[in-house]
């Protein structure tokens, strides 16, 4: 397949990059972009440095899931999916964009992601907490019986962990606990009650590839 084209390339944009960038992005969409931010995705510039674009890559495994995500945000995509065979691997991106510049503020404010302050506001949309889980998340079996749910959010610190359990709950009720994993932190979900309302916030917006994760 071919590679896709550089819209950082010091080159004029088009008459139809100009057209992408005057479009906002919806709300399913900023679900989707916030939810893969958390997650897998990531925000990266183009060659002036003045706007940030989106990149979203899973494994070849998870392509339904990834040709799920490109459909919700294809207008903001000038090339289709890529597989790479060397990493076993399919992405794409979007182009640079005001709205994206505005995320990786809030999520990249030194270069590094981080959790905002004001995560609560970015998470209260119960896809971004399904795309979260589809990116990152995994149902907890002993002995094939389900007994909670993973959240690994180990890029992120101690303090960023503990705020992100403490909307998780002001939110949807759903008590977690951050667990150190590796030298690193997670959340889990252990409690019975609370297992079934992450269930039921997330369940309706799993695509059917990736309903495994549910348990």
């Known amino acids: 397949m071919k590679a896709i084209p550089r819209e950082a390339g010091r080159i004029t944009y088009s008459t139809n990059i100009r057209k992408l960038k005057l479009l906002h992005l919806s709300d399913i969409q900023k679900a989707v972009v916030i939810g893969s931010i958390l997650g897998d995705g990531n925000l990266n510039s183009n060659w002036s440095r003045t706007n940030y674009r989106l990149k979203i890559s899973h494994s070849v495994k998870q392509s339904d899931y990834l040709l799920w995500k490109y459909e919700v945000l294809k ?11 060397k990493t076993k691997s399919i992405s794409f991106r979007t182009i640079s964009h005001n709205e994206l510049t505005q ?5 990249y404010p030194l270069g590094k992601k981080v ?3 004001n995560i ?5 949309n119960p896809l ?3 795309i979260w889980f589809m990116d990152d998340g995994n149902a ?9 749910y993973h959240l690994n959010s180990q890029s992120f ?3 960023e962990n503990k705020l992100l359990s403490e909307c998780l709950y002001t939110l949807y009720k759903i008590e977690s606990v951050v667990e150190l994993n590796n030298n690193n932190y997670r959340l889990a979900i252990w409690k019975q009650d609370s297992r079934r309302k992450f269930r039921d916030l997330v369940t309706s917006y799993v695509i059917d590839s990736m309903k495994y994760k549910i348990g």
């Open 140 to 148: 907890i079996k002993r002995k094939s019986i389900l007994c909670g």
């Open 103 to 107: 995320f990786y503020k809030l999520f």
């Open 128 to 130: 971004t907490m399904a």
């Open 115 to 117: 959790i905002p302050r």
């Open 120 to 124: 609560k506001e970015l998470i209260n």
């Open 75 to 85: 207008d903001f995509v000038l090339t289709k999916p890529n597989v790479y065979e």
């Open 157 to 159: 610190t101690l303090s």
